[in-house]
């Protein structure tokens, strides 16, 4: 069966009472959407401040093939898992983007008899959060335009408007556009253009906001554009647009209640993408967590050079997190890709393959445990096309490189598949103090701290960029204090080419742009020629979607 037929054969349970038989949450602490879907109020996550925290893990993968690895469903699988072996655990995933949905990857809420339900819901409008965060963005560019039609009293130079429009799906042909033709009545001409929605800088905003008072603060703080001297900023603040913006995400910052399909809670706020934004889900989703299971497992979007990375120094930096343990998902048919083998044939057997591609997730197990300074299990996320020969393969380097390895099948076998995997996070997280190390300190430049994510974790010999870019930074670090770096780039890589595959050295990450996100708290490098805004393939998954006349959804995943 298909993902989406076996999630709609889930036997779910009302939600209300699930939470309640779980976590002892009374129902007027809750706002359902439906009978499976429901949002916790903010005053019971602040009710909970006083609670003795979880032990939190991380799970992250290595760099992945097109279709991804399998970080949720390795996620759900993990947590399911360790409530079957007795643990009180809870899962924090990020919210589907509906680009990739109707793009490349079809749906992003697990896989097989790891899931979260109700899926088509997750994946398609959910709770209306990214349509929140949409509208509260747009708000602010239609703000900016209408205050430069009404006589522009804070003299914004329309030509160093920094905030674009945003819209929740891949569509290329917004990227760059021409606004305001058709007359004076229609405001001021000049170029624009469209973000997805998961790289606005609300979704980061509300990702790390602690508080309704902290996240207006933060959109308050917002760089919407510069002066005509091209120094002095203008933010948001400037516009009074950050109080009916927070009004806008009144709900959307309040985290959504689900469930897997073997009836286990889990928490989905927040889906920042990993490759052009910070990649993880709310601050609010994963401290609500600790604070109720006693295991919390969360993912960060692609590999570990990305999404983990983010994770460690900008979300665990700014949130005061302490992870216990990283689990590193691989599979065969990755590890080949990266051997050279085309996708077309990653099913069929190929031993040379698998060991020349092997260098990728030694990079990835290396910089977990050397620069994140966390303990790492691997897990080989199984496919039914994996051969004997190519597991015992694998778990041979993994020994070799002194790794702990688990094949896990929890995408067959749900829970019970992954109970090997849970034993073994178990037997690392009981045994040890929660607590990473960074890739860089905080006090040196952002120049430097983009060249330590290079140099130590890519294999990069260095950095480059024109003396514009340079000159940017050094302002922005004596302007808004020690941000930390966010860099946008290809996920299929260590390096900013997609085709380079495996682990390279020596190569050069060119940034290409940076911007600043005030209100988030770090600023964004954009390393070679990635989008912002992506396009959709020439298959697109939305071909193969469809509902019939009963409402029942097909071809989502």
Same mark, same amino acid.
């Given at each position: 069966?298909?993902?989406?037929?076996?999630?709609?054969? @889930?036997?779910?349970?009302?939600?209300?009472?699930?939470?309640?038989?779980?976590?002892?949450?009374?129902?007027?602490?809750?706002?359902?959407?439906?009978?499976?879907?429901?949002?916790?109020?903010?005053?019971?996550?602040?009710?909970? @401040?006083?609670?003795?925290?979880?032990?939190?893990?991380?799970?992250?993968?290595?760099?992945?093939?097109?279709?991804?690895?399998?970080?949720?469903?390795?996620?759900?699988?993990?947590?399911?898992?360790?409530?079957?072996?007795? #643990?009180?655990?809870?899962?924090?995933?990020?919210?589907?983007?509906?680009?990739?949905?109707?793009?490349?990857?079809?749906? @992003?809420?697990?896989?097989?008899?790891?899931?979260?339900?109700?899926?088509?819901?997750?994946?398609?409008?959910?709770?209306?959060?990214?349509?929140?965060?949409?509208?509260?963005?747009?708000?602010?560019?239609?703000?900016?335009?209408?205050?430069?039609?009404?006589?522009?009293?804070?003299?914004?130079?329309?030509?160093?408007?920094?905030?674009?429009?945003?819209?929740?799906?891949?569509?290329?042909?917004?990227?760059?556009?021409?606004?305001?033709?058709?007359?004076?009545?229609?405001?001021?001409?000049?170029?624009?253009?469209?973000?997805?929605?998961?790289?606005?800088?609300?979704?980061?905003?509300?990702?790390?906001?602690?508080?309704?008072?902290?996240?207006?603060?933060?959109?308050?703080?917002?760089?919407?554009?510069? #002066?005509?001297?091209?120094?002095?900023?203008?933010?948001?603040?400037?516009?009074?647009?950050?109080?009916?913006?927070? @009004?806008?995400?009144?709900?959307?910052?309040?985290?959504?209640?689900?469930?897997?399909?073997?009836?286990?809670?889990?928490?989905?706020?927040?889906?920042?993408?990993?490759?052009?934004?910070?990649?993880?889900?709310?601050?609010?989703?994963?401290?609500?967590?600790?604070?109720?299971?006693?295991?919390?497992?969360?993912?960060?979007?692609?590999?570990?050079?990305?999404?983990?990375?983010?994770?460690?120094?900008?979300?665990?930096?700014?949130?005061?997190?302490?992870?216990?343990?990283?689990?590193?998902?691989?599979?065969?048919?990755?590890?080949?890709?990266?051997?050279?083998?085309?996708?077309?044939?990653?099913?069929?057997?190929?031993?040379?393959?698998?060991?020349?591609?092997?260098?990728?997730?030694?990079?990835?197990?290396?910089?977990?445990?050397?620069?994140?300074?966390?303990?790492?299990?691997?897990?080989?996320?199984?496919?039914?096309?994996?051969?004997?020969?190519?597991?015992?393969?694998?778990?041979?380097?993994?020994?070799?490189?002194?790794?702990?390895?688990?094949?896990?099948?929890?995408?067959?076998?749900?829970?019970?598949?992954?109970?090997?995997?849970?034993?073994?996070?178990?037997?690392?997280?009981?045994?040890?103090?929660?607590?990473?190390?960074?890739?860089?300190?905080?006090?040196?430049?952002?120049?430097?701290?983009?060249?330590?994510?290079?140099? #130590?974790?890519?294999?990069?010999?260095?950095?480059?960029?024109?003396?514009?870019?340079?000159?940017?930074?050094?302002?922005?670090?004596?302007?808004?204090?020690?941000?930390?770096?966010?860099?946008?780039?290809?996920?299929?890589?260590?390096?900013?080419?997609?085709?380079?595959?495996?682990?390279?050295?020596?190569?050069?990450?060119?940034?290409?742009?940076?911007?600043?996100?005030?209100?988030?708290?770090?600023?964004?490098?954009?390393?070679?020629?990635?989008?912002?805004?992506?396009?959709?393939?020439?298959?697109?998954?939305?071909?193969?979607?469809?509902?019939?006349?009963?409402?029942?959804?097909?071809?989502?995943?």
């Amino acid at each position: 069966m298909s993902d989406i037929e076996i999630a709609q054969q @889930a036997n779910m349970k009302p939600i209300i009472g699930l939470v309640k038989e779980q976590y002892g949450i009374d129902a007027e602490h809750l706002d359902p959407f439906g009978h499976y879907k429901a949002k916790l109020s903010l005053e019971y996550v602040a009710s909970l @401040a006083d609670k003795p925290e979880g032990k939190l893990i991380l799970v992250t993968a290595i760099s992945p093939t097109p279709a991804g690895e399998g970080k949720t469903t390795t996620t759900v699988g993990l947590g399911d898992a360790l409530n079957r072996i007795g #643990k009180k655990a809870m899962m924090c995933l990020r919210e589907p983007s509906l680009g990739p949905c109707f793009g490349m990857k079809g749906g @992003a809420a697990g896989g097989g008899y790891s899931q979260v339900v109700p899926m088509e819901d997750i994946n398609l409008h959910f709770t209306g959060d990214f349509h929140a965060i949409g509208v509260a963005h747009n708000l602010l560019s239609a703000l900016i335009d209408n205050h430069i039609t009404h006589g522009n009293l804070l003299g914004i130079d329309p030509r160093r408007i920094q905030w674009k429009r945003v819209v929740d799906m891949n569509d290329r042909a917004l990227r760059k556009i021409i606004i305001g033709l058709g007359g004076t009545g229609n405001g001021y001409s000049r170029e624009d253009g469209y973000d997805i929605v998961v790289a606005s800088e609300v979704m980061a905003i509300l990702c790390l906001a602690t508080s309704r008072a902290d996240l207006k603060k933060r959109l308050g703080r917002i760089v919407i554009g510069y #002066k005509a001297d091209g120094s002095t900023a203008v933010y948001a603040s400037n516009l009074k647009a950050q109080g009916a913006m927070a @009004a806008l995400l009144k709900d959307a910052i309040k985290p959504n209640l689900v469930q897997t399909l073997e009836n286990n809670i889990a928490i989905i706020h927040g889906g920042p993408f990993a490759n052009i934004a910070h990649g993880c889900n709310t601050v609010t989703a994963t401290k609500t967590a600790l604070k109720l299971a006693d295991y919390v497992i969360t993912e960060a979007g692609f590999g570990a050079d990305l999404g983990a990375e983010k994770f460690i120094d900008i979300k665990c930096r700014m949130a005061d997190l302490k992870p216990s343990a990283v689990v590193l998902v691989a599979t065969i048919r990755a590890l080949k890709f990266h051997g050279g083998v085309n996708k077309e044939d990653l099913n069929q057997e190929n031993l040379a393959a698998l060991e020349a591609g092997f260098e990728n997730l030694e990079r990835h197990y290396n910089n977990i445990t050397q620069h994140y300074g966390l303990p790492c299990v691997v897990c080989v996320n199984h496919f039914t096309f994996d051969t004997q020969a190519e597991l015992d393969l694998f778990k041979a380097k993994c020994a070799v490189l002194g790794a702990s390895c688990v094949v896990s099948k929890h995408w067959a076998e749900g829970g019970a598949g992954a109970e090997s995997l849970a034993q073994e996070v178990i037997n690392i997280v009981d045994h040890r103090e929660p607590g990473c190390t960074f890739v860089y300190d905080e006090n040196i430049s952002s120049w430097d701290k983009i060249a330590a994510i290079a140099t #130590k974790l890519y294999g990069a010999s260095g950095i480059s960029a024109s003396a514009k870019i340079k000159a940017q930074l050094k302002v922005w670090d004596e302007n808004y204090g020690k941000f930390p770096v966010c860099i946008a780039k290809t996920q299929m890589s260590f390096s900013t080419n997609p085709a380079l595959k495996g682990a390279p050295t020596g190569h050069i990450v060119e940034i290409s742009e940076v911007k600043l996100a005030n209100g988030a708290g770090f600023i964004v490098a954009i390393a070679g020629d990635m989008m912002t805004m992506p396009g959709l393939p020439k298959q697109p998954a939305a071909e193969r979607i469809d509902i019939d006349d009963t409402g029942k959804i097909t071809g989502l995943f």
